[in-house]
């Protein structure tokens, strides 16, 4: 990367704004947000929001100083309702992108309708394979040892209305070892998404012309 390259953004004032969706430890999200904060990623996070408030995400929002709410089955019983909710949210703030990372339910059509291919999510491996309904968490890498698979890995990609299906934008790939365990492949392929997930928005915000 070239040394002026945070320079010319402060210059010339290029910046995109993004919002957050999640549901768990929330280690990806921190990863966005420190490399915001350590200039690589020229954006401003404007809201985190979780379907579970007792998440570790909502902790990262509070040490980032980032906006947090919690929309759920639980805040809003009524699925008209919260659809509505969830919808108001990016109505009052307004964003370039939206970045699922570990968002566990299934986003509603009508966001996905709202802001067409600025929805990206990350996937702990190499889509199509392991990929759509049941493939979530561990699952994800029981199937991939189960089946012998040599390699494994992460994926970015846009989001449409079925799930783990949208265009792929990026993958990296990690090697399945002998004996590794759910948890050991999980491990290092979320090591993998941290560096991902940043490089892959940073380069489709600046084929967006957004940067
Ligand atoms: C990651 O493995 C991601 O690929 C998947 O959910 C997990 C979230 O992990 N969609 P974290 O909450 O970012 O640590």
């Known amino acids: 990367m070239k040394k002026y390259f945070l320079a010319e953004f402060i210059i010339f004032g290029l910046m995109f704004s993004f919002g957050v969706m999640a549901s768990g430890g929330g280690s990806n999200f921190k990863a966005l947000l420190s490399k915001v904060k350590e200039g690589l990623l020229p954006a401003k996070c404007l809201f985190l929001i979780v379907n579970n408030g007792d998440c570790g ?9 980032v906006p947090c709410f919690h929309i759920s089955s639980k805040t809003h019983p009524d699925e ?8 108001k949210v990016f109505e009052e703030n307004p ?6 990372a570990g968002y566990m339910k299934k986003i509603p059509d009508s966001l996905v309708e709202k802001l067409p291919e600025r929805i990206l999510n990350i996937h ?14 561990l699952n994800v890498h029981r199937g991939v040892l189960e089946n ?7 994926t970015v990609h846009l989001v449409s209305s079925e799930i783990d299906k949208g265009k792929i934008l990026a ?37 967006l012309g957004l940067l």
């Open 95 to 100: 964003i370039d992108l939206l970045l699922l």
């Open 148 to 154: 012998q698979e040599k390699e494994s890995g992460a």
């Open 124 to 137: 702990p491996s190499l889509l199509p394979k392991y990929g759509g309904k049941g493939f979530w968490g």
């Open 57 to 65: 995400a909502v902790q990262i929002a509070k040490e980032y100083g």
């Open 171 to 207: 993958q990296t790939s990690v090697p399945v070892l002998e004996g590794d365990s759910p948890e050991e492949l999980a491990a290092r392929v979320l090591k993998q998404e941290h560096s991902l997930y940043w490089n892959t928005v940073l380069n489709y915000a600046k084929t």
């Open 80 to 87: 008209h309702e919260y659809e509505k909710a969830l919808l």
